[in-house]
């Protein structure tokens, strides 16, 4: 009867040793791939505020273009 108890025992903390070990490993590829998605959440954020940019730019040469047309046109 001891024996089955002490080979529980020994099982239980096996098991609880692996899991501690299992559930180490998931976190930090956890931390990795949050770092990662953050960077690429950053990037597409600073690519959506350059093509705004560069739409704003093209608007502004449009209406240069036409004032420019008009005037010569006159």
């Given at each position: 009867?001891?024996?089955?108890?002490?080979y529980y025992i020994a099982g239980l903390l096996?098991?609880?040793?692996?899991?501690?070990?299992?559930?180490?490993?998931?976190?930090?590829?956890?931390?990795?791939?949050?770092?990662?998605?953050?960077?690429?959440?950053?990037?597409?954020?600073?690519?959506?505020?350059?093509?705004?940019?560069?739409?704003?730019?093209?608007?502004?040469?449009?209406?240069?273009?036409?004032?420019?047309?008009?005037?010569?046109?006159?």
């Amino acid at each position: 009867m001891q024996d089955i108890i002490i080979y529980y025992i020994a099982g239980l903390l096996t098991g609880l040793i692996v899991m501690f070990f299992i559930v180490r490993k998931i976190k930090k590829e956890q931390a990795v791939l949050k770092r990662k998605y953050e960077k690429t959440s950053v990037g597409a954020d600073d690519s959506e505020l350059r093509v705004k940019t560069l739409e704003n730019k093209v608007k502004t040469l449009e209406a240069a273009l036409e004032k420019s047309l008009k005037n010569n046109g006159n």
